[in-house]
Structure formats: structure tokens, C-alpha cells
């Protein structure tokens, strides 16, 4: 049991580690016809734990770790319209446990960003008000309720997020953000379960959850550099219980701290490369796990031969 519950947390870890590049949730938008493209990887381990608020950890299991490559494709429809389309691979593993790990893919989202509000001071100089809605659908035929080494929740979930963005002429920003995730009921194969109590039925009650993060960054000419403090709260679910096998339905509570780096090359410029990073440092249910990465990305203008950098 204490093998099923620690490599629960390989997923956990999962909702609450996202990869850093043309997210829902940036302080970032693209013009009109301006096209993104990047895959990003992430490899993330841990051997420390929450079990509810418990911290501990299990010497039978070793280091638990994951492997996400995250591609994305960002377009511009119109200067405050953009959409985002992502589809992640994953691959879990645990060093000791005789489980077998899973990989294949997650679940495909598409995103609408749209800047609601814009008052400008200067050409940099400007306070913003953005706005992000979208959906996700499992793929690939995982089964959800293999939780040890599951993929994915196996919910349809429609997420909204909401940032306030500040820019300045000397490249300084900030941008905080909140959002919410409605989440569809599971149906499983077993006819009965317990949480709290024993109930009869194969249809999980799936919570909803809030985010909300600040960002403090720099990004001037090639370079943009963040530092990021990431909350995330589900609303109701059940600790998981002592050495007890988990549940799609536990609460994951998770607090993170984080940063992003984004490079241009001077040659090229619509080629670039991206690093980040982040630890988790408080939580329930989840892993406390050190995460990084890293990958490319190439933005291109499809109105024009001339090529640009307005990410």
C-alpha cells in the first residue's frame, strides 16, 4: 500500500508542475498571423511526500520521477486574440516499486486568450487586462483509474483564467493571475469505493480547483526573465488515508516557486530557447518535487517574409 500511495504522487506532482512556455496564464500575446511553436521537456523527482498534511517519506520506494514533453502551438487571429493548442507526453517511473510505469498522451487542450483591457502611457509603458477560457479532453485511451501511474484524471475540465499585466520602458513587468477549473465526473470499472464512507457507485464526484500565481519578470530586446510563485487549491476531495491506496478524488493542494528563462538568438531571431524550473515547498497530497527543463521554440510572421519577436 505504502508503494500505491508514494507513486499516486508522480501524478500530483503532474497538475501542479506545468511546462513554462506559451501558456493560458502568461503576461504575453501575439500579434495577428504571428505563429509559435515549442516543445519544451520537463523531468521532475522527488522522495519526500504529503500524506494529507502529514510530511514523510518511504525508503521501499526510492525516487519517484516523470518525463512531460509538452508541444504547443500558439497563433494570432487578431493583435487580442490568440489561441493555444497543447497535447503533452508523459512518462512516470518509480525506482524500487514492482508497479510498471505508463507513458503516452495526456489530454488535449485549446485555449482562447483575449486582451479585454489596454491603457498605454508609452509604447511600453502599459497596464493590461487579459482573459483565458478553454477546455480539455483525455486522450489516448489511458485509463484513469490505475492512480498509482494513471496519465491523467480522465475528466473533461473547462479552465478560465484571468491576469493583470504592468509593463514598463526599462522591461520590469509583473502580471498576477487567478483562474478556476470546472472538472466532469469519472465513471470507473469498480462498482464501489470508499473516502470517508463506503459509497456504491462507479462514478467519481470529481472537485473543482482554483490557481492563482504572481509574476515578477524583465524582457527587453531577446531576453525575458521571470520569477513565479504558483498556488494551487482544489476545492473539497479527501486527504488520502495512512497507507491507504489514493482516489481521483483527493485533495491536492500545492505551493510553488519557480522561474523562467526565454533566450533569442541573436543570429536568428525567431529561433530561441527556453529554461525553467520550480520546487514545490508546501502541500497536501502531492510530491515535494524539484522540477526543470528546458526546449525550443520558433515564432514566425505567416503576412510577411520578415520575421518577428513580439512574444
Not at 41 to 60: A, F, I, K, M, V
Request: with cysteine; aromatic share 12%.
Amino acid at each position: 500500500m505504502n508503494r500505491l500511495l508514494l507513486s499516486f504522487i508522480i501524478f500530483c506532482n503532474l497538475l501542479v508542475s506545468s511546462i513554462s512556455a506559451q501558456t493560458p496564464s502568461d503576461a504575453f500575446m501575439m500579434k495577428k498571423k504571428e505563429i509559435c511553436f515549442a516543445v519544451p521537456y520537463q523531468y521532475s523527482s522527488w522522495d519526500h511526500y504529503w500524506e494529507g498534511s502529514l510530511y514523510r517519506d518511504n525508503p521501499n520506494l526510492g525516487t519517484v520521477s516523470t518525463g512531460m514533453i509538452g508541444p504547443m502551438i500558439a497563433a494570432g487571429i487578431h493583435d487580442r486574440i490568440n489561441i493555444i493548442v497543447s497535447c503533452p507526453w508523459i512518462k512516470t517511473n518509480t525506482s524500487n516499486s514492482p508497479l510498471r510505469g505508463e507513458s503516452g498522451f495526456q489530454d488535449f487542450s485549446l485555449w482562447i486568450k483575449a486582451k479585454l483591457y489596454e491603457k498605454k502611457w508609452s509604447e511600453l509603458n502599459r497596464l493590461e487586462a487579459v482573459l483565458s477560457l478553454g477546455a480539455s479532453l483525455p486522450v489516448g485511451g489511458y485509463y484513469a483509474d490505475y492512480m498509482p501511474l494513471s496519465l491523467g484524471l480522465g475528466c473533461k475540465s473547462f479552465g478560465s483564467r484571468a491576469m493583470i499585466n504592468y509593463f514598463m520602458n526599462n522591461g520590469l513587468f509583473a502580471s498576477a493571475t487567478i483562474g478556476y477549473d470546472l472538472r466532469s465526473n469519472v465513471n470507473i470499472d469498480r462498482t464501489n469505493y470508499y473516502t470517508t464512507e463506503h459509497i456504491e457507485s462507479n462514478e467519481l464526484k470529481m472537485p473543482n480547483a482554483l490557481f492563482s500565481g504572481i509574476t515578477l519578470g524583465y524582457f527587453k530586446n531577446l531576453t525575458r526573465v521571470e520569477l513565479q510563485y504558483n498556488k494551487m487549491n482544489t476545492l473539497g476531495g479527501v486527504d488520502i488515508r495512512r497507507n491507504d491506496m489514493p482516489l481521483l478524488v483527493s485533495d491536492m493542494d500545492a505551493d510553488q516557486v519557480g522561474f523562467y528563462i526565454q533566450q533569442r538568438m541573436p543570429f536568428y531571431e525567431p529561433l530561441g530557447i527556453i529554461l525553467f524550473g520550480n520546487q514545490t515547498i508546501s502541500g497536501i497530497n502531492v510530491g515535494k518535487s524539484t522540477s526543470f527543463g528546458g526546449g525550443i521554440l520558433y515564432q514566425w510572421n505567416i503576412k510577411s517574409k520578415s520575421k518577428t519577436i513580439n512574444n
